[in-house]
């Protein structure tokens, strides 16, 4: 049994175990790397607030309310202007992904761009939908 499992292990390209692992490292570090830094940025906040509480200085009732609330970066920001970049971003990726498909189908035949250009329509669909968002709010006031 184990001769079994090491032959199959030794067929195994370092690629197909490697890339998978790269893309889940990838995904973690996207989605934690802001998370921490977030985190690291409330924290010198609450320690520069802390001192100057210590040192008798009025903290504005603005900032106290901004922390609780947990929206202090984005105070002074419209919603449809972070529609608008979030738009930009996805349907960039998508025209990313396309130009990519194409270029592996000059590579590797017509047939290797189609499951790029699948995975082209998500991103490039939900920038659709925040494009439409801003231009619904646009004319709102910021929030």
Do not use: C
Not at 28 to 56: F, M, Q
Not at 74 to 80: A, E, G, H, P
Not at 92 to 119: D, H, I, K, T, W
């Amino acid at each position: 049994m184990g001769g079994v499992l090491m032959l199959v292990f030794l067929e195994v390209s370092m690629a197909e175990i490697l890339v998978p692992l790269a893309f889940i490292a990838f995904l973690t570090a996207v989605i934690l790397v802001p998370n921490y830094l977030k985190s690291k940025d409330r924290a010198r906040l609450h320690e520069t607030l802390r001192i100057a509480y210590e040192k008798g200085q009025p903290v504005p009732p603005e900032l106290i309310q901004a922390l609780q609330s947990g929206n202090l970066a984005t105070k002074d920001v419209n919603r449809s202007d972070k529609d608008l970049r979030a738009a930009v971003v996805l349907i960039g990726l998508s025209l990313g992904l396309v130009a990519m498909s194409f270029a592996l189908g000059q590579l590797e035949g017509s047939e290797a761009r189609y499951g790029l250009l699948a995975a082209a329509a998500i991103p490039g669909f939900i920038g659709l939908g925040f494009l439409v968002l801003w231009y619904f709010n646009r004319g709102k006031p910021k929030v």
